[in-house]
């Protein structure tokens, strides 16, 4: 019996076919293939390793296909991999993936031979990589073969990519940010996220506590006003990823893909002013702070503020590292929760006692706050001088705010109360903070929970992007801004009101509620001002002023509040200098001066009413030509002296008035009297002035004013007030020496009066016939014995033979 064999050429083989007379089987066809020929990965890390298995003739018998893996450090000795049937006319495609488990930290090469039934021992196909399990000794998701020796991006052995400054036992992070024209990140911004990562409370294997985070700032791109998510950043991406240089070199684009983390600064995005978008556990980063309501840089651009710009930058980036709006979850606003994942927290930073806001993540789990049984004096645990944010009413009467590691007035009673009390205090009255009652809310260490290692995430892949959660808008972070501003504000008490007169001091006492080193400065409402919480202010005038208190805490943030100060108006003083009574001629101008004083800054007005029907008035302006404002702006207090004369037609006794005003309204006065006397010529002898007050004699009022004015005797015992009584005064008809001496000193009245003699004329005072005394002085003496009772009839007679003498 002839026997025919079927070949089937495979490798260079032939194989026959004992059960078909005559007949070649075609050879079994078999391939495999490693993802790179290098791979360097961490322990627990995959790697792929497909097959093809085709038996090509239909019809042919079933052949079984073997791949066995040649002994290695990492899998240990030689062992069957995996088998596969395919019947003729049938192949079959196999996608695996080893893990390298718990590798130990070598390099090894890993070797796949395929064999089938058919071809026996004949090797079909052969694959082969080189497999290094490197370590990650700072756990910071960069192995350490890659931040020593660089990335291999293409598995050909040779680093395509160094790690510039990567440090194997210090955590690195890198980002590549690109950004489109006139949204580049601030210089101020990028180092307050650097310096916010150095800080982190993260211990490193070489002792040092922080985390390099090296950005990479690379191009700028052509503007676009709105980003559509994820599409268009996807496209902008797969463009723009990498330096112009890398994308001519897809190995060292793969290599950076492995490492970086991609950041776009653009205008907006979706057709809103949203703050930007993150993958959680991913790579990709999208910042759009270009809305209207968002800060403006130098030249009048909408860009964000330094703070918008780290805030949103960092708080983007967190959701990379894992960390969502509320650290593990997603629950926002959470008074226990001091982070930037916050939204109360993500443009406005951590408020602190003292020094400015903190750019920064959670760096312990606060308490547990069950929304349903809050006790006031738990607060949330220790949060050292941070500050926290709640509100019992959803925000409508504003926010409270207070050190986190104190007691907490969760209901806003303004007290602190002993038993639990239920309150949604996460309820902030805006997005994702809206009611949400009897809620537990968990604090979360941020710091602690990063996940750096991002090639294990789903949203690895370009192009592949897990839902996210919404970011706050521009509008929402003014509003926040705005809240936080009054709820961190000191509260100011201005006290009052107040009560003082003008040019004296005022004392105001005030006071605030707030933290930390408060400074007060007070305005106290007439252009003036002045510090301490106790001040004193003199004001230059009358009126009521506005006083305003402004605080001022460490964080150079103000709280104000204002009273209300009366100050009355002073009177001026008006004192006429000289003597109650003076006396002047008809005719002869007699000058009189007064002293005004006021202690405010007043126009004065003096005015001089001579008691003939005359007046004059002189104004003294403190600012000429102009009158003084009316409040006074400075304190000037016045002291005029006002000089006048005035010339009197009509002997007699006048009534000089003046009065000094200012311009409020106050005014003071000050009287004297003037006696002016006639030009009548020498005395006149008594029975000059008997014949001229006796009945049908002229009127003589004036005269007899004047004598009643300058006597004693005829203003306290002789009524002289009508011509009928002085006619009795001079006639005396004999009787005694009293009676005598009244008509002699009438007569020397009358004569002073009509203007014979003067005050200061001398006079005969002893009878020597020398004028050795003044007229007033010895018209004294007479009266002084007039007015004695015990004066002798003798010394009566002396004076009336002295005033006889000096009537004639």
């Not at 007064?594 to 005359?614: E, H, I, K």
């Amino acid at each position: 019996m002839k026997t025919t064999m079927v070949l089937l050429l495979t490798a260079g083989l032939l194989a026959v076919d004992p059960g078909r007379s005559g007949a070649a089987l075609a050879a079994p066809e078999a391939g495999c293939a490693f993802s790179a020929r290098h791979l360097t990965l961490a322990p627990g890390e995959t790697f792929a390793l497909d097959f093809s298995f085709r038996n090509p003739t239909a019809g042919d018998p079933e052949t079984t296909f073997t791949a066995v893996m040649l002994e290695n450090d990492f899998y240990g000795a030689r062992h069957t991999f995996l088998t596969r049937n395919a019947g003729g006319g049938t192949g079959v495609n196999v996608n695996t993936h080893l893990t390298t488990g718990a590798a130990p930290i070598a390099t090894d090469d890993i070797t796949i031979e395929i064999t089938s039934s058919h071809t026996g021992a004949t090797i079909l196909a052969t694959c082969t990589t080189r497999l290094t399990v490197s370590g990650d000794t700072d756990l910071d998701g960069i192995l350490d073969e890659w931040e020593t020796s660089g990335i291999d991006g293409n598995g050909d052995g040779v680093a395509d990519l160094t790690l510039t400054g990567a440090n194997r036992r210090r955590k690195d992070i890198y980002l590549e940010l690109d950004h489109m024209r006139q949204h580049d990140l601030l210089p101020a911004a990028g180092q307050d996220v650097v310096a916010a990562f150095a800080a982190a409370p993260v211990v490193n294997p070489d002792g040092s506590t922080g985390i390099t985070l090296h950005i990479d700032q690379d191009e700028e791109l052509a503007h676009e006003d709105d980003v559509t998510t994820w599409t268009e950043y996807d496209t902008i991406k797969a463009a723009a990823f990498g330096t112009a240089a890398e994308r001519t070199r897809p190995e060292v684009i793969e290599a950076k893909r492995r490492v970086y983390h991609y950041v776009l600064f653009g205008h907006e995005r979706d057709g809103g002013t949203s703050s930007g978008r993150a993958e959680i556990h991913g790579n990709d980063v999208l910042v759009t702070l270009g809305g209207a309501p968002w800060g403006v840089d130098a030249t009048g651009h909408h860009v964000g503020t330094v703070r918008e710009q780290a805030g949103t930058l960092m708080h983007e980036f967190g959701h990379n590292l894992g960390l969502r709006h509320g650290g593990a979850d997603d629950t926002n606003c959470k008074p226990n929760y001091l982070s930037v994942m916050g939204y109360a927290f993500q443009t406005t930073l951590i408020p602190q006692v003292a020094g400015p806001n903190r750019l920064d993540y959670s760096r312990q789990a606060l308490l547990e706050l069950r929304e349903t049984s809050l006790l006031e004096s738990d607060g949330v645990g220790a949060g050292g001088t941070d500050f926290t944010f709640w509100s019992a009413d959803g925000g409508a009467g504003g926010w409270s705010s207070a050190q986190a590691n104190g007691w907490l007035d969760w209901n806003e009673s303004n007290s602190e109360d002993t038993t639990r009390i239920p309150v949604d205090i996460n309820n902030l009255g805006f997005n994702d903070c809206f009611a949400s009652p009897g809620q537990t809310l968990t604090g979360h260490d941020d710091w602690a929970n990063l996940d750096f290692n991002f090639r294990d995430d789903a949203d690895y892949a370009d192009g592949a992007h897990s839902p996210t959660p919404p970011e706050i808008t521009g509008e929402v972070a003014v509003e926040i801004r705005e809240r936080v501003e009054r709820a961190l504000a000191p509260k100011a008490e201005a006290g009052g009101p107040y009560t003082g007169v003008e040019n004296a001091a005022v004392t105001f006492a005030g006071g605030a509620t707030g933290t930390g080193t408060l400074t007060y400065a007070w305005d106290f409402g007439d252009g003036t001002t002045g510090t301490g919480e106790r001040a004193t202010h003199v004001y230059g005038d009358d009126g009521t002023f506005t006083v305003t208190l402004t605080v001022t805490d460490q964080g150079g943030r103000t709280g104000r509040d204002t009273a209300v100060v009366t100050v009355a108006n002073l009177a001026p003083s008006a004192v006429i200098e000289g003597p109650d009574t003076r006396v002047a001629s008809a005719g002869v101008a007699a000058e009189w001066a007064v002293r005004g004083a006021d202690p405010g800054s007043d126009d004065l007005t003096v005015t001089w009413t001579w008691g003939d029907g005359q007046s004059t008035s002189t104004a003294y302006l403190i600012d000429p030509p102009g009158a003084d404002p009316d409040p006074s702006p400075d304190v000037r207090p016045r002291d005029v002296r006002d000089v006048a004369r005035h010339t009197w037609i009509r002997p007699c006794v006048y009534g000089v008035r003046v009065t000094v005003a200012d311009d409020d309204g106050g005014q003071a006065a000050d009287e004297a009297t003037l006696v002016v006397t006639g030009d009548g010529g020498g005395p006149r002898l008594l029975a000059f002035w008997a014949l001229r007050m006796g009945p049908g004699g002229p009127p003589a009022g004036c005269l007899l004013r004047t004598v009643e004015h300058m006597s004693r005797v005829f203003s306290e015992v002789v009524d002289v007030s009508t011509r009928d009584r002085a006619f009795t005064a001079l006639t005396p008809r004999g009787v005694g020496p009293r009676r005598q001496l009244d008509a002699q000193l009438l007569t020397a009245w009358l004569n002073f009066a009509d203007g014979a003699h003067t005050l200061d004329e001398l006079v005969d005072g002893d009878g020597d016939q020398v004028a050795d005394v003044s007229f007033g002085t010895a018209m004294a003496r007479a009266e002084a014995v007039r007015l004695d009772p015990a004066a002798t009839p003798a010394a009566i007679a002396f004076q009336v033979s002295l005033l006889n003498g000096i009537n004639v």
